[in-house]
Nanobody
């Protein structure tokens, strides 16, 4: 059974920083693109950032310049360092990864940003 587990979330003061991690485990034959999404209270889930298997990155306009997505293929892990967090970044952050040519989602990690 393939599993994705996010970690690193927690309460942070406005203007502060956190680094999220998402580790994949289980029966993994291949891992392709890895991405982060988030869902703020009362809102729909939205795209945050993506990193392709080749290392190419892409960001939503709302986080560009503040967030950085990276991956460690040896650890089957994707990271999301987040800087200069405003209260508007408060959300549950989810990772999603193409594993064995199918999409999998983690359970989410909550990032509350206090004002």
């Amino acid at each position: 059974q393939v599993q994705l587990v996010e970690s690193g979330g927690g309460l942070v003061q406005a203007g502060g920083s956190l680094r999220l991690s998402c580790a994949a485990s289980g029966s993994i034959s291949s891992i392709g693109s890895m991405a982060w999404y988030r869902q703020a209270p009362g809102k729909q889930r939205e795209y945050v950032a993506l990193i392709g298997s080749s290392g190419t990155t892409n960001y939503a306009a709302s986080v560009k310049g503040r967030f950085t997505i990276s991956r460690d293929n040896a650890k089957n892990t994707v990271y999301l360092p987040m800087n200069s967090l405003p209260p508007q970044d408060t959300a549950v952050y989810y990772c999603t990864t193409v594993i064995n040519r199918g999409a999998y989602w983690g359970q989410g990690t909550h990032v509350p940003v206090s004002s």
